[in-house]
């Protein structure tokens, strides 16, 4: 049984586009370039035949894939979401002691996460170390760079 993951509204719409992207026109290129390589003969001995037949197979696995996560997508409504303790949805304001700086963190499902837009994942080293905890707690996280000291300035949605 494939496991729930939880979206917001975009993230949802954003994997539903995609796999109408990979359905419609992708499938449609891959039978254009099997069809092509066909027309060049013996097929025994046609790379182009067999790497468009890998490239069907890769794209019907990811397609496959695809629509199992979105049958066990949940989408999250933001306005219920409550903001005493941090949950996925949440906008945390953080102050990380080791370089007394601070920085503001969306907690969103992995496939959502871009640190660039300042979303991570839940279940990333910090994601994990901020579910449920309140405003001034303090949380010690291990990353790959060693241990981080964060203190919970503000949540919100």
Same mark, same amino acid.
């Given at each position: 049984?494939?496991? &729930?993951?939880?979206?917001? =509204? ?6 539903? #586009? $995609? ?12 039978? +254009? +370039?099997? %069809? *092509?390589?066909?027309?060049? /003969?013996?097929?025994?001995? @046609?790379?182009?035949?067999? %790497?468009?037949?890998?490239? +069907?197979?890769?794209? #019907? ?5 695809? *629509?199992?996560?979105?049958? @066990?997508?949940? &989408?999250?409504?933001?306005? +219920? ?6 949950? &996925? ?6 102050? @990380?002691? @080791?370089?007394? =700086? ?23 080293? &910090? ?5 449920? =905890?309140?405003? /001034?707690?303090?949380? $010690? ?17």
């Amino acid at each position: 049984m494939s496991e &729930i993951t939880y979206y917001t =509204k975009e993230g949802y719409e954003a994997l539903r #586009e $995609e796999l109408h992207r990979m359905k419609t026109v992708d499938r449609h290129e891959i039978s +254009q +370039q099997i %069809a *092509e390589a066909r027309e060049k /003969g013996d097929l025994s001995e @046609n790379a182009e035949y067999d %790497a468009a037949k890998d490239a +069907q197979g890769m794209l #019907e696995l990811k397609i496959s894939r695809l *629509e199992g996560q979105l049958a @066990n997508a949940r &989408i999250l409504d933001e306005s +219920q979401m409550d903001t005493s303790r941090v949950y &996925i949805l949440c906008n945390v304001r953080l102050k @990380n002691h @080791n370089v007394k =700086k601070e920085m503001t963190y969306r907690l969103v499902a992995a496939s959502e996460a871009n640190l660039k837009e300042g979303k991570i994942s839940v279940d990333s080293p &910090i994601g994990k170390g901020l579910l449920g =905890k309140e405003v /001034g707690d303090i949380v $010690e996280v291990e990353v790959p760079a060693g241990k981080l000291k964060l203190e919970v300035l503000e949540i919100t949605r």
